[in-house]
């Protein structure tokens, strides 16, 4: 049988680098593209191309069946410090990959988008066919990136673009400036969760669950391009944060308080999974409790929380300082 060959953009980040060896496992060739802004914790049998991604060309895409394309800036911070890079490594990276990746004959194009494409929300569970409304640059720019995609898709091109829900757990390439992730830090470092408003909602994905959702979307083979919100479940973060001090109380014998500053947050939303159910047949499995338990089993490897490289935005203000073109 013909082994899949998968080149994964960005694969040397937080998801990347649990999602690549996931990959490799269940059979696919993987190889990672990316400018390792970040290091590289990859497992040494997973090839890696340290480049800058607007520096490949056509040629180099020809092997490959299936692109993932998980790089770009990464969360809220980074894309306020620098707007302009934002919308040039979220839309326009993308958008010329796409089109190199179509002319070079790759028959599949994955985009790591967002749910924060659905901006602030009101009280309803929002499906791919509900507007996505938002004005904050990452938002903006996530929107932008699919759209340039799914234009490019036809027949012998398809595009799948997964909105992710804010994806939290333990990865060797670790981040602690997400939600839950940041949750679990602040309660062992601080015994204190900030909350900006305890009823904001989220939906949460567990790096299993997503690992899962980009395998059933390289196999998915209908033509042409399509959306998928890919999330755990959903919750408020008041009830994360419950959960966090439950747990961290439990098992490590600390009280931890939660203050809410009660202001404003730009992003509000819960999400539907059911088109993923149907037509990818995902199946989510993971609960808060379990992708806690998995950031517990492996605190002894991110225990130094003074470490600057799980903050994003602190590494690449670094990065745009030795590099003017990308501020
Ligand atoms: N982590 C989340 O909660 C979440 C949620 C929704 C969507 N996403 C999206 O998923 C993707 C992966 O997220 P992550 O948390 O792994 O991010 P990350 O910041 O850990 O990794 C991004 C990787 O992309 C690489 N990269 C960026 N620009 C590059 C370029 N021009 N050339 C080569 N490499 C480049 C970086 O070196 C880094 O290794 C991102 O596109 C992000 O927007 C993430």
């Not at 692109?67 to 620098?82: H, K």
């Not at 979307?217 to 391009?225: K, N, T």
């Not at 808060?288 to 490897?301: G, H, K, Q, T, V």
Request: aromatic fraction near 12%; include cysteine.
């Amino acid at each position: 049988m013909h082994q899949k060959k998968v080149l994964i953009m960005g694969g040397a980040g937080f998801i990347g680098t649990v999602l690549s060896p996931y990959l490799h496992d269940a059979g696919y060739d993987v190889t990672v593209a990316d400018a390792c802004w970040f290091g590289n914790y990859l497992p040494s049998h997973i090839k890696l191309i340290q480049t800058d991604l607007f520096d490949l060309k056509k040629e180099d895409l020809v092997p490959y069946d299936s692109i993932i394309f998980l790089a770009g800036l990464s969360n809220d911070p980074m894309a306020e410090f620098s707007p302009k890079s934002n919308f040039i490594l979220n839309t326009a990276l993308p958008s010329y990959i796409g089109f190199l990746a179509r002319e070079a004959g790759v028959k599949k194009m994955i985009f790591a988008s967002s749910c924060s494409v659905y901006g602030y929300t009101l009280n309803k569970t929002y499906t791919e066919e509900d507007p996505a409304i938002c004005n904050y640059p990452y938002g903006v720019s996530k929107l932008q990136g699919e759209r340039s995609l799914l234009a490019l898709a036809e027949e012998n091109f398809r595009v799948v673009c997964i909105r992710q829900g804010t994806v939290c757990g333990y990865s060797p390439r670790m981040r602690l400036d997400l939600a839950m992730n940041t949750m679990f830090k602040n309660a062992i470092q601080n015994h204190k969760i900030t909350l900006s408003n305890h009823r904001i909602w989220r939906p949460i994905l567990g790096l299993n669950d997503l690992c899962e959702g980009y395998k059933q979307a390289i196999e998915f083979d209908q033509e042409g391009g399509h959306i998928f919100n890919l999330s755990s479940f959903n919750t408020t973060v008041g009830e994360l944060a419950t959960s966090v001090i439950g747990f961290v109380k439990e098992k490590m014998n600390i009280d931890v308080a939660i203050e809410d500053q009660n202001v404003q947050d730009y992003r509000n939303y819960k999400v539907s999974t059911e088109k993923a159910k149907n037509l990818l047949h995902y199946n989510a499995k993971q609960n808060d409790l379990d992708i806690i338990s998995e950031l517990y089993n492996n605190l002894s490897s991110f225990s130094d929380f003074t470490d600057e490289r799980f903050f994003n935005i602190q590494v690449f203000k670094k990065l745009v300082h030795d590099n003017p073109l990308l501020s």
